[in-house]
């Protein structure tokens, strides 16, 4: 079969099968091959079939930016070899020396640390704030600011960030907005209908979905940086490898009955938690009581398989609840088919400590996999107990 997989002729999951995944023309084969080389014949100096070396393009790579594009609704898509890759290439791309980023201020750790650790040894600032609060973004723009960077839900505390509101200060102030989309995955959402100029991803994560990649991916609205950062990724080479690359098509093609499942899960296990005496608040936007339930419920299919919690016992409470677990896995990373259990405090947000990006000592984080759910509350039940 051949023709336009367009994101207006065709539904999510059929673009997740077949967006930029025809079958091979040479063999017939149903799925996209693992083209494992590093180079390419080439008919005669300075003309080939389009591929000259692996780094610079790669038949498999091409079949996942074409399939990424697609279900973001965007015009370019780049693969790279991790999420921080994707996020490293696009600030090389967009900042200089003297930039501005107006960044959450509950932001992941590893892009905080980009931020504070990397770039402003390179001349770049940035100002936290609270992106659910549309005011407080305005009020911490700058004439030289280039980015406002978005998560939405955030990690770990899932708050809420309107995206087409965020959209209309970012350009008011002259800056691009950019939406971190890992934790909703573009089955959930879709942040460059709503305005936004560059969805980023940490292809490890949903996109992947079964803890067995490294990845991560850029998606823009505007064609002209599409080709500005497909520039960037050549020179700077994060590229992923042909295979890594076929790992994530292969588990963005159950994408959609996945997150459904990883949603419904979520759910229950939220309501387990609402009802422990141990718990003192429960992070979940689809609760009606969460500060941006009704943002997300407007921007957002459902409200995704994170959910976070705090324990009435303090750090100590929580530490214990992360050891207790069985069927929560205590690790990090998220959205595989596994449930993951971890405290950010001492794991993945370590890098905030001290700073105003710091966690809450108490504060467990989950990633609800797509096991049976009586499992998952009976493993909490005994957790919490």
């Known amino acids: 079969m051949t023709g336009s997989w367009s994101p207006e002729k065709h539904g999510f999951e059929t673009l997740a099968i077949h967006a930029g ?31 000259d070396y692996s780094r610079s393009g790669n038949p498999t790579r091409t079949a ?11 015009a370019t898509g780049l693969a790279f070899a991790s999420g921080l890759a994707a996020e490293d290439t696009l600030l090389r791309t967009v900042l200089k020396p003297g930039s501005h980023v107006v960044i959450p201020h509950d932001a992941y750790g590893g892009t905080f640390r980009l931020f504070d650790k990397v770039l402003t040894r390179w001349g770049v600032t940035y100002t936290p704030a609270p992106l659910g609060d549309v005011d407080a973004v305005r009020a911490a ?38 939406v971190d989309n890992t934790f909703a995955s573009p089955y959930l959402q879709l942040p460059l209908t709503l305005g936004a100029d560059v969805v980023v991803h940490s292809t490890t994560k ?31 080479g994060a590229v992923p490898g042909a295979f890594d690359c076929w790992l994530v098509l292969r ?11 990883h949603c419904d899960n979520a759910e229950r296990v939220v309501e387990l938690l609402t009802r422990s005496g141990s718990v003192s608040e429960v992070l979940y936007p689809g609760l009606p009581s969460h500060a941006g339930h009704d943002v997300a419920a407007k921007q957002m299919r459902s409200f995704g398989g994170m959910v976070s919690f705090r324990l009435a016992g303090g750090e100590a409470s929580a530490l214990e609840v992360c050891r207790r677990t069985c069927v929560f896995t205590l690790g990090e990373s998220l959205g595989g088919v596994e449930s993951l259990i ?11 400590a001290g700073s105003q990006l ?16 009586d499992d998952l509350l009976a493993d909490l039940e005994r957790a919490l107990a």
């Open 251 to 261: 588990g963005i093609k159950t994408l959609g009955v996945r997150m459904d499942r």
């Open 206 to 236: 949903y996109l992947g979905g079964h803890s067995d990649v490294i990845g991560g991916a850029l998606v823009t609205a505007d064609p002209a940086l599409g080709e500005e950062l497909r520039f960037h990724q050549n020179s700077l």
């Open 358 to 373: 710091e966690v809450p000592a108490d504060l467990v984080r989950l990633s609800v996999g797509i096991e049976s759910a």
């Open 21 to 51: 995944q025809d079958p091979d023309p040479t063999t017939g084969a149903v799925v996209v091959p693992i083209y494992q080389t590093s180079t390419y014949a080439q008919e005669e100096v300075g003309r080939h079939k389009g591929y």
């Open 64 to 74: 996942l930016e074409t399939c990424l594009a697609a279900l973001e609704r965007g």
């Open 342 to 352: 971890e405290h950010p405090g001492r794991m993945t947000h370590a890098s905030t």
């Open 141 to 178: 723009m700058r004439p030289e600011t280039e980015l406002v960077w978005c998560e939405t839900p955030t990690n770990p505390l899932l708050g809420i960030a309107d995206i087409e509101a965020l959209a209309g200060v970012a350009h008011d102030g002259g800056a691009r907005l950019v």
